[in-house]
């Protein structure tokens, strides 16, 4: 019977979950999937290793993330996910603080100590530790293994991680912590057999999805990165507004009398692309979209990629490589063109039909800068420090 290994990532609507085949290198996924919706519309899939879908189930009734859990669990025991034994459970967390600069087993100490970040990532951590708890209740054997968004940033220089804040701020964690720590740290283990040059010089990763930012890599270690204290600032993206002003949040609570708590719906559900066209968060949409409104979303987003790439190159002292991952960036060759169009002054010469054809180097020969899509995988990152903590 094989041993393998469940990789959890629980968000606010979704249990996301694969397994993966433990191995000598690396582990091998062959079944992923999920269920979102939660609770009120939730759906459950399951695909193999080929995206094949393999079973599906909708629920009627309302799905609360105990029972999404169980039903989980109940599957993945049962015939349709082949037979194996369950080995360790490794999980996405959000925020590991300054604390967790690596992952981590798990306890019921460590475990509070993340709870007690929660207030750091309110959107997120709850949801993140629900599950881990609940396994810890139900199969307390069972290792686990929590990976953080947060830790591969550690590495950067402390001016940095640095708000311009009374001292006693700082002291007291108000830092830019920086996030999407696990689709960097694949990037970066992947980077050294793809463009041994930028591997050990000066890199900037986009990770462009519904959460957007960048990462600064020197040597493939985070040195810089557009998204701070939470995973709003920095670029334009789905629904949240990026960097903004903190003037203007002061402005808004005087004076329109704003809460805290409608002020976070704001900028991260109302704002972004979807604030800005007033029709959709989505990229494709927007695209095919004749609203002056979507190309306007469209146009800010670029602009704010290109200007906040040019910070980073700066921290950089100039650029060897840029590479694109994550649903926009590895999916739309106009997103792509239009920001690389915005780096010609770095010496960076897109290949227009490779990028049309979205081949693994999108820049020509000649390109001084040189310019990838590179597919994300962040369960494989977990799954590799789930694999290593049992080694
Ligand atoms: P998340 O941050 O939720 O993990 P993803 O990395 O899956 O997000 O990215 C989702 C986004 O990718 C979608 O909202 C959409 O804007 C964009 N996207 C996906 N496929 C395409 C495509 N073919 N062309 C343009 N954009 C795309």
Known sequence: MADVLLILNAGSSSLKFSLFAFKSGDPEQFIRGGIDGLPDRARFVALDAAGVEIDRHDWLAPLERDGALDFLLQWIAGEKAGRHRLVAAGHRVVHGGTQFTQPVRLNIANVADLESLAPL?????????????????????????????????????????????????TDAGIIRYGFHGLSYEYIASVLPSIDPGAASGRTIVAHLGNGASLCAMQQCRSVATSMSFTPLDGLVMGTRCG?????????????????????????????????????????????????????????????????????????????????????????????????????????????????????????????????????????????????????
């Open 243 to 391: 960097s903004i002003d903190p003037g203007v949040l002061l402005h808004l609570m005087r004076t329109e009398n704003l809460q805290a708590s409608e002020l976070e719906d704001i900028l991260y559900h109302q704002s972004g692309l979807l604030g800005v066209s007033g029709i959709s968060s989505d990229v494709r949409t927007l695209l095919k979209s004749a609203d002056p409104h979507a190309a306007e979303a469209i146009d800010l987003f670029v602009y704010r990629a290109v200007r906040d790439l040019g910070s980073l190159a700066a921290a950089l002292g100039g650029l060897d490589a840029l590479v694109f991952t994550a649903g926009i960036g590895e999916n739309s060759a106009h997103i792509r063109a239009r920001i690389c169009a915005g780096l010609q002054w770095l010496g960076l010469v897109i290949d227009d039909s490779a990028n049309e054809a979205a081949t693994q180097r999108i820049s020509t020969i000649g390109s001084r800068v040189s310019a990838w899509i590179i597919p994300t995988n962040e369960e494989l990152i977990i799954a590799r420090h789930t694999q290593a903590m049992l080694d």
């Open 121 to 169: 990532a309110p959107l997120h951590q709850a949801h993140n530790i629900a599950p881990i708890r609940a396994l810890m209740r139900q199969s307390s054997a069972l290792p686990q293994i929590a990976c953080f968004d947060t830790a591969f940033h550690r590495t950067q220089p402390r001016l940095a991680q640095m708000f311009a804040l009374p001292r006693k701020y």
